[in-house]
Nanobody, 123 residues
Framework: VQLQASGGGLVQAGGSLRLSCTASGRTFNDYAMGWFRQAPGKEREFVVGWNGGGTFQADSVKGRFTIFKDNTGNTMYLRMNSLKPEDTAVYYC???????????????????WGQGTLVTVSS
């Protein structure tokens, strides 16, 4: 499967943004899904994910970020509300063949990645 992330941009603090990730070759119905982000000088970190065990969120985004997919399974989304300057990062979508991994937060669990889309939140 190939993944294409889009939807990043510049937004003011408190605003909202929706990122998209489109799959080609296969659909998201065949995988566990996740979003990660990487800020300058920092390691890639888990944001939100979904697998057979449920939906998971990093503490830093709980109640603000949501992961979902469309009915066709071709597109996955990350809805981000109440954005903060510390949310500024390159955001990556990813999928995993491990349907119910308890290590959903680890980049090593994911098999395919999108190219990343930059989100900048101004104060």
């Amino acid at each position: 499967v190939q993944l294409q992330a889009s939807g990043g941009g510049l937004v003011q603090a408190g605003g909202s943004l929706r990122l998209s990730c489109t799959a080609s070759g296969r659909t998201f119905n065949d995988y566990a899904m996740g979003w990660f982000r990487q800020a300058p000088g920092k390691e890639r970190e888990f944001v939100v994910g979904w697998n057979g065990g449920g939906t998971f969120q990093a503490d830093s985004v709980k109640g603000r970020f949501t992961i979902f997919k469309d009915n066709t399974g071709n597109t996955m989304y990350l809805r981000m509300n109440s954005l903060k300057p510390e949310d500024t990062a390159v955001y990556y979508c990813a999928v995993s063949r491990s349907w119910a991994s308890t290590r959903y937060y680890s980049p090593d669990e994911y098999d395919y990645w999108g190219q990343g889309t930059l989100v900048t939140v101004s104060s």
